[in-house]
């Protein structure tokens, strides 16, 4: 895994990629985990991997192209082979399926290699089947970085233009109790702030949208509803998507890892209910500018390492649906208006993401 503090890889290699030429696609493997295996560990390429599915039409809006959405509707992973790129590989790890894509123009192959062979931080990875998922796993201890920011604070008033459709607070109804403040527009729309943790979830009983049913008309609707909230988008990429559940997360980052305990469901969970309902969960607390913390490198045990110390603490290792090297977002001791950012991993068991030391200690 490749990771430079001075410059953004993977949107040089976005930039890059626009500019080739891609040509007829074909499937070359379906539901054979061990051949997608091969492909996903193909030596001499690069990548590039969503955290989860995306489809054709976002890939081909986002890079330019033009493929199939018909014969390649969805995939999360993006393979470039280096010394023979006459191919691009497309893959999907929902339906193990892989789709070799003809390469018709390549320019810059060159600063392509240059820059991924340049000098910046590496980890060694390896892409593992566990538990009938494959995982981004760490074949040895690593050492990372702990991060302090400022943070900025967004008032509620802030959302009332764009949630409530309301510029003056007259028009809304107030109600506070305890630390939370509920505010109103009629009986259409909520907006309930919880001022102690900053977290905020916004209800719509108006929207007209039902069932979306697509995962590129879910996409496309939550990207655009995320846009218009008004909580900044500097850090923050799509993390996770669910036509079944009509929901999408999108989460915050730092320098490639995603951080996790911001809000209880990521740093936005854009929602659609059958009934026409829409919620936004989201926080008032966004990371401003780094700030010193002098603190030393945090060792990170392997992902091997890690699984054993949880089986042995108890947990049930076979019931783990994913396992990812994450930062977690803390409020600093000394300054309420500091976060820290600690390595660690974030395990999804029974349901939801859980900090991998929490549930050792539990």
């Known amino acids: 895994m490749l990771h430079a503090k001075k410059n953004n890889i993977i949107l040089s290699l976005k930039q890059k990629l626009g500019k080739w030429e ?32 995306v489809s054709t039409s976002v890939f081909n809006d986002t890079f330019g192209q033009s493929i199939n959405k018909r014969r390649v509707k969805q995939f999360n992973r993006i393979i470039i082979p280096l010394q023979h790129p006459n191919y691009i590989y497309l893959l999907s790890d929902q ?17 392509i290699k240059k820059l991924v062979n340049s000098k910046k931080d590496q980890y060694r990875v390896k892409e593992q089947l566990i538990n009938n998922q494959f995982m ?50 009629g009986s259409n729309k909520r907006m309930v702030v919880n001022t102690k943790s900053g977290a905020v979830s916004y209800e719509n009983f108006t929207d007209t949208t039902k069932n979306i049913g697509s995962i590129n008309s879910l996409l496309t609707k939550s990207f655009q509803q995320l846009s218009s909230i008004g909580v900044p988008l500097e850090n923050i990429r799509y993390d996770y998507s669910s036509t079944d559940k009509n929901e999408v997360v999108y989460r915050g980052y730092v320098e490639s890892f995603p951080i996790f305990n911001q809000t209880d469901y990521g740093t936005v969970q854009i929602k659609y209910l059958n009934n026409g309902e829409q919620k936004n969960f989201f926080s008032l607390y966004s990371l401003q500018v780094p700030v010193p913390n002098g603190t030393k490198q945090v060792s990170v045990p392997s992902t091997k390492d890690a699984l054993a110390n949880l089986e042995q603490a108890g947990v049930k290792t076979a019931k783990i649906k994913n396992m990812r090297l994450a930062y977690e977002w803390q409020t600093n001791k000394d300054s309420s208006m500091v976060i820290d950012l600690k390595p660690t991993y974030y395990v999804y068991y029974q349901g939801k993401w859980q900090n991998y030391t929490t549930l050792i200690d539990q």
Request: glycine content about 2%; proline content about 4%.
């Open 95 to 111: 339906s193990t399926s892989v789709y070799r894509v003809h390469v018709t123009k390549r320019p810059q192959l060159n600063e």
């Open 22 to 53: 891609l040509g007829s696609e074909r499937k070359v493997t379906i539901e054979n985990k061990k051949q997608y295996q091969k492909y996903l560990m193909k030596k001499n390429s690069i990548a590039l991997n969503y955290p989860d599915q």
């Open 136 to 185: 981004l796993t760490y074949p040895k201890s690593i050492s990372m970085p702990t991060y302090s920011y400022l943070m900025n604070k967004q008032s509620a008033n802030s959302f009332m233009t764009t949630l409530l459709n309301s510029v003056s607070s007259s028009s809304v109804s107030v109600h506070k109790k305890n630390h939370m403040t509920t505010y109103t527009d």
